[in-house]
């Protein structure tokens, strides 16, 4: 390994110099390499995000006062629609994954690429053609989608707005996805370098592992799912019509079949970056190796089991509310044996509370938030209180945002110079990262607050009642938008004048730090021969 | 790696396969016309397993291959299974 | 696992095909979801629904595709061999039956719409409960499933150009094992749309 690093002058842009036969785009769009195909997808995800983000502010100003403040009910209806169908589609699924894990998982295996590199490719083509038409719904005929972005029938089939465009979209997307899942499969399987055992893989591949096993056989459901919906829309099959002898709810069984094991999509790979990060900056062994790696898929398996308590109150049967609460008990224990084993691993390590790590521990914390409050909405007797409020809102923010979105700021600060080859302003990304978490609370716990108090979702009006705590969680949003720009500033000011760093400026353990930063178009001179684990700090150091 | 012969043999015992194929598709028509209350559809569904598992055996070589594609497809298998199943739970006892 | 290997891994390249058959089965699955419940709640609608679709074409178009499994399988076998024409021959036949199917099917289907046996037709508005949503389901089932058979054709075309032109040979026969297993997954799923929507008594 050593030699690559000493050939860190010739490789100083590594896989980002250009070829310099076709034009610079060109040299992106069609590329196969997966650390291109990674920055294409965290390019277009940011992108996305900068978009969810502004319609979420939108909302949020909608709600600063009763009544109408900036749009009508209409609109309204439109933006939190399209502000759920681009946070989850475009942003949180594909966001750790698809962006970091790409870039990654060959890295941090040994191999030179992913399994199927040119389907690789296609999966990110698909991701931006389903974005492009998701988006275009926005635009065309109708009008924006008004049905939230759970599409719920028979209102779904129904509406006049363009939901079979978006429908498609979201069909494109799942596509894509699912390309992505099985491609990660199989390159875990079969292209780890030799010593690369399975006790040797660093707990973000695990979570990569899991994930992609509930990308690959829960996603097709959601197709399923859509195709359901546009054949209700434009052959009219009534499936789900009451009149005609259906069951609408099985529209909603079949829909969070999928859209539960899917936050456990937008939440594994984010855990898994931060199981990366701890022991780095804590200078400390992950605690229990195997149980974070085993509670990864046991997240994975017991998350399939639990939609159920979406639908407390759907007027589902009551004895389903009784397993589906039960089994949504059990689905806390791996998620808390996680906690556990972070908290572990600190205790009596020598912290560096570097940017990553802030927002590694940041995610520590308002994810066992958003969990402990998820039970209060999975034991079934105070979910008929807080159903559809603010609560759910709230809960559903902290653990996607303050746990997935906080996660994936951690990872672009951890793996920022690996990427790039320079290092951000530490004291500006800390700025931003305290103004963060400070809007963050103020936004979503008021908004905990107000649905506990009994304010509705999806009301683009409140009584006045409610109107304190939600001006409170709209200055929030202010303050939250206001340390996203920061951080957004400084590290695009550290992708042109950042400081040059070396292959490994965290003095990490796993493989991607034994290259050059950014890392050779082929990654490895040679394939690695592993003979530590991926936390043994001692040894990596020596080496 | 193989000889003639295991070749011949190989492509004897799709054939053989492709007949019992056969065989299980004129049984099933036969015990879907007789009344066997809830029975039939059981049986209907086991013979259509039975079927099933003969072509991703023999057809599909799952024979053949290693363990991971194997328990995967059991994975996948229970996995639906587990959508069907808890899915019963609201519809049985609404 | 030498580098060189890495790029042309042909157990990993069918891992994938796999994996993206369990994804189709999955699919395909959230149809039976909705099929079992709605059979367990009109079990007398759906058997009177499902004796009105026609056993001579259901049990046709089975044989029909469990023939062009074997044949498919075959062809792979044939080239593992290195006997080329009897490969082409076979795949020939496997496609030939793919057009078939659907030349059935869509005889099936139009013999429906002659019928009044459509979602929202005058005849199924007045029958029973139930027998919509069977009817509806069963174009759905069948309708996905034959694009399955269309796409399945188009692969295995181009795979025989492919081996016609010697780019699949038996030291690289990747591409046909994998289109070989997708024919086999529609004809698995075919096995239990048989039974389920032809034979209900």
Same mark, same amino acid.
């Given at each position: #390994?050593?030699?690559?690093?000493?050939?860190?002058?010739?490789?100083?842009?590594?896989?980002?110099?250009?070829?310099?036969?076709?034009?610079?785009?060109?040299?992106? /769009?069609?590329?196969?390499?997966?650390?291109?195909? &990674?920055?294409?997808?965290?390019?277009?995800?940011?992108?996305?995000?900068?978009?969810?983000?502004?319609?979420?502010?939108? /909302?949020?100003?909608?709600?600063?006062?009763?009544?109408?403040?900036?749009?009508?009910?209409?609109?309204?209806?439109?933006?939190?629609?399209?502000?759920?169908?681009?946070?989850?589609?475009?942003?949180? /699924?594909?966001?750790?994954?698809?962006?970091?894990?790409?870039?990654?998982?060959?890295?941090?295996? @040994?191999?030179?690429?992913?399994?199927?590199?040119?389907?690789?490719?296609?999966?990110?083509?698909?991701?931006?053609?389903?974005?492009? #038409?998701?988006?275009?719904?926005?635009?065309?005929?109708?009008?924006?989608?008004?049905?939230?972005?759970?599409?719920?029938?028979?209102?779904?089939?129904?509406?006049?707005?363009?939901?079979?465009?978006?429908?498609?979209?979201? !069909?494109?997307?799942?596509?894509?996805?699912?390309?992505?899942?099985?491609?990660?499969?199989?390159?875990?399987?079969?292209?780890?370098?030799?010593?690369?055992?399975?006790?040797?893989?660093?707990?973000?591949?695990?979570?990569?592992?899991?994930?992609?096993?509930?990308?690959?056989?829960?996603?097709?459901?959601?197709?399923?799912?859509?195709?359901?919906?546009?054949?209700?829309?434009?052959?009219?099959?009534?499936? !789900?019509?009451?009149?005609?002898?259906?069951?609408?709810?099985?529209?909603?069984?079949?829909?969070?079949?999928?859209?539960?094991?899917?936050?456990?999509?937008?939440?594994?790979?984010? #855990? &898994?970056?931060?199981?990366?990060?701890?022991?780095?900056?804590?200078?400390?062994?992950?605690?229990?190796?195997?149980?974070?790696?085993?509670?990864?898929?046991?997240?994975?398996?017991?998350?399939?089991?639990?939609?159920?308590?979406?639908?407390?109150?759907?007027?589902?049967?009551?004895?389903?509310?009784?397993?589906?609460?039960?089994?949504?008990?059990?689905?806390?224990?791996?998620?808390?044996?996680?906690?556990?084993?972070?908290?572990?691993?600190?205790?009596?390590?020598?912290?560096?509370?570097?940017?990553? #790590?802030?927002?590694?521990?940041?995610?520590?914390?308002? !994810?066992?938030?958003?969990?402990?409050?998820?039970?209060?909405?999975?034991?079934?007797?105070?979910?008929?209180?807080?159903?559809?409020?603010?609560?759910?809102?709230?809960?559903?923010?902290?653990?996607?945002? @303050?746990?997935?979105?906080?996660?994936?700021?951690?990872?672009?600060?951890?793996?920022?110079?690996?990427? !790039?080859?320079?290092?951000?302003?530490?004291?500006?990304?800390?700025?931003?990262?305290?103004?963060?978490?400070?809007?963050?609370?103020?936004?979503?716990?008021?908004?905990?607050?107000? &649905?506990?108090?009994?304010?509705?979702?999806?009301?683009?009006?409140?009584?006045?009642?409610?109107?304190?705590?939600?001006?409170?969680?709209?200055?929030?949003?202010?303050?939250?938008?206001?340390?996203?720009?920061?951080?957004?500033?400084?590290?695009?000011?550290?992708?042109?004048? &950042?400081?040059?760093? @070396?292959?490994?400026?965290?003095?990490?353990?796993?493989?991607?730090?034994?290259?050059?930063?950014?890392?050779?178009?082929?990654?490895?001179?040679?394939?690695?021969?592993?003979?530590?684990?991926?936390?043994?700090?001692?040894?990596?150091?020596?080496? | 790696?193989?000889?003639? %012969?295991?070749?011949?043999?190989?492509?004897?015992?799709?054939?053989?396969?492709?007949?019992?194929?056969?065989?299980?598709?004129?049984?099933?028509?036969?015990? %879907?016309?007789?009344?066997?209350?809830?029975?039939?559809?059981? +049986?209907?569904?086991?013979? +259509?397993?039975?079927? +099933? %598992?003969?072509?991703?055996?023999?057809?599909?070589?799952?024979?053949?291959?290693?363990?991971?594609?194997?328990? %995967?497809?059991?994975?996948?298998? +229970?996995?639906?299974?587990?959508?069907?199943?808890?899915?019963?739970?609201?519809?049985?006892?609404? | 696992?030498?580098?060189?290997?890495?790029?042309?891994?042909?157990?990993?390249?069918?891992?994938?095909?796999?994996?993206?058959?369990?994804?189709?089965?999955?699919?395909?699955?959230?149809?039976?979801?909705?099929?079992?419940?709605?059979?367990?709640?009109?079990?007398?609608?759906? *058997?009177? *629904?499902?004796? =009105?679709?026609?056993?001579?074409?259901?049990?046709?178009?089975?044989?029909?595709?469990?023939?062009?499994?074997?044949?498919?399988?075959?062809?792979?076998?044939?080239?593992?061999?290195?006997?080329?024409?009897?490969? =082409?021959?076979?795949?020939?036949?496997?496609?030939?039956?793919?057009?078939?199917?659907?030349?059935?099917?869509?005889?099936?289907?139009? *013999?429906?719409?002659?019928?009044?046996?459509?979602?929202?037709?005058?005849?199924?508005?007045?029958?029973?409960?139930?027998?919509?949503?069977?009817?509806?389901?069963?174009?759905?089932?069948?309708?996905?499933?034959?694009?399955?058979?269309?796409?399945?054709?188009?692969?295995?075309?181009?795979?025989?150009? =492919?081996?016609?032109?010697?780019?699949?040979?038996?030291?690289?026969?990747?591409?046909?094992?994998?289109? *070989?297993?997708?024919?086999?997954?529609?004809?698995?799923?075919?096995?239990?749309?048989?039974?389920?929507?032809?034979?209900?008594?």
């Amino acid at each position: #390994m050593g030699k690559v690093i000493q050939m860190g002058e010739y490789f100083r842009r590594g896989f980002l110099e250009p070829s310099g036969k076709q034009p610079a785009l060109f040299d992106w /769009i069609f590329s196969t390499d997966h650390k291109r195909i &990674g920055l294409l997808y965290l390019y277009s995800i940011c992108t996305f995000f900068a978009v969810g983000a502004t319609i979420g502010l939108l /909302i949020r100003l909608e709600l600063i006062a009763p009544g109408r403040t900036i749009v009508g009910p209409q609109i309204y209806n439109a933006l939190f629609t399209l502000h759920g169908v681009i946070m989850i589609f475009l942003f949180i /699924i594909p966001g750790v994954p698809a962006a970091f894990g790409n870039f990654l998982l060959p890295l941090q295996i @040994g191999a030179r690429d992913v399994a199927f590199p040119r389907l690789n490719l296609l999966s990110w083509w698909l991701y931006i053609f389903g974005a492009i #038409m998701a988006l275009s719904a926005l635009f065309g005929g109708g009008g924006a989608p008004d049905t939230g972005w759970t599409f719920y029938l028979p209102f779904a089939g129904e509406t006049t707005t363009n939901v079979s465009l978006a429908v498609f979209g979201v !069909f494109v997307l799942g596509f894509s996805s699912i390309l992505t899942g099985l491609n990660f499969i199989t390159t875990i399987h079969r292209m780890r370098a030799p010593g690369m055992t399975w006790s040797r893989l660093p707990l973000f591949i695990w979570s990569l592992y899991a994930t992609a096993w509930v990308q690959v056989l829960a996603t097709p459901i959601l197709a399923i799912t859509l195709v359901l919906i546009l054949s209700e829309r434009v052959l009219g099959l009534g499936l !789900f019509d009451a009149a005609r002898g259906g069951d609408p709810l099985m529209y909603q069984h079949l829909f969070w079949i999928y859209s539960h094991p899917a936050v456990y999509i937008m939440v594994l790979p984010p #855990m &898994g970056v931060v199981s990366e990060i701890i022991p780095v900056f804590a200078r400390r062994p992950i605690f229990g190796y195997w149980f974070v790696a085993a509670s990864s898929i046991a997240i994975a398996a017991a998350g399939s089991l639990v939609w159920g308590h979406h639908m407390f109150v759907s007027g589902m049967s009551d004895t389903a509310v009784l397993v589906f609460s039960l089994l949504t008990f059990i689905v806390a224990i791996p998620s808390a044996v996680k906690v556990f084993n972070w908290v572990a691993t600190l205790y009596g390590g020598s912290i560096r509370l570097d940017a990553p #790590m802030l927002f590694a521990l940041t995610f520590v914390l308002l !994810f066992s938030i958003g969990g402990l409050t998820g039970l209060i909405l999975g034991s079934a007797a105070t979910n008929v209180h807080v159903h559809d409020t603010h609560f759910v809102v709230g809960h559903f923010h902290y653990t996607m945002f @303050g746990g997935g979105g906080f996660a994936f700021f951690a990872a672009l600060h951890y793996w920022f110079p690996k990427f !790039f080859g320079r290092m951000y302003n530490n004291r500006r990304a800390t700025w931003a990262w305290g103004t963060m978490v400070i809007g963050f609370n103020l936004l979503y716990f008021s908004m905990m607050v107000v &649905g506990m108090h009994g304010m509705p979702r999806r009301y683009y009006d409140y009584l006045p009642q409610f109107t304190h705590l939600n001006q409170i969680a709209t200055i929030g949003s202010w303050i939250l938008a206001l340390g996203m720009a920061l951080m957004a500033v400084n590290l695009l000011i550290a992708l042109r004048r &950042g400081q040059h760093v @070396g292959a490994n400026p965290w003095e990490a353990a796993t493989l991607e730090w034994t290259v050059a930063s950014p890392p050779p178009p082929e990654n490895f001179e040679e394939l690695p021969q592993v003979s530590h684990g991926p936390y043994d700090l001692k040894r990596a150091g020596e080496a | 790696m193989h000889n003639h %012969s295991q070749h011949c043999g190989a492509m004897r015992q799709l054939i053989v396969i492709w007949g019992l194929l056969l065989v299980l598709t004129g049984v099933t028509v036969g015990i %879907s016309r007789l009344d066997l209350g809830a029975l039939n559809i059981w +049986a209907a569904l086991g013979i +259509a397993t039975g079927k +099933a %598992s003969l072509v991703i055996l023999f057809f599909m070589h799952l024979k053949e291959e290693g363990r991971a594609i194997g328990i %995967s497809l059991l994975v996948a298998l +229970a996995t639906l299974a587990t959508f069907i199943g808890l899915t019963f739970f609201d519809v049985l006892y609404r | 696992m030498n580098p060189s290997a890495q790029h042309q891994d042909a157990e990993g390249a069918r891992l994938g095909m796999w994996l993206f058959l369990f994804s189709e089965l999955l699919m395909f699955g959230g149809l039976f979801v909705v099929f079992a419940v709605y059979l367990q709640r009109y079990p007398a609608q759906f *058997a009177d *629904a499902g004796r =009105q679709l026609s056993l001579f074409f259901g049990t046709g178009n089975t044989v029909l595709l469990l023939t062009s499994s074997l044949t498919v399988a075959l062809a792979f076998e044939a080239l593992r061999q290195n006997r080329q024409r009897l490969c =082409q021959g076979l795949l020939g036949f496997t496609i030939l039956a793919a057009g078939l199917f659907l030349v059935n099917k869509g005889l099936e289907w139009h *013999a429906k719409f002659q019928h009044d046996l459509y979602p929202g037709s005058q005849t199924l508005r007045q029958a029973p409960a139930g027998q919509e949503l069977f009817f509806g389901l069963y174009y759905l089932t069948t309708g996905l499933h034959g694009l399955h058979v269309i796409f399945g054709g188009v692969i295995l075309s181009w795979v025989l150009v =492919q081996v016609r032109q010697g780019r699949i040979i038996a030291t690289r026969p990747t591409m046909l094992e994998n289109g *070989a297993l997708y024919w086999h997954l529609v004809d698995v799923i075919w096995i239990f749309i048989f039974p389920l929507y032809y034979l209900l008594l």
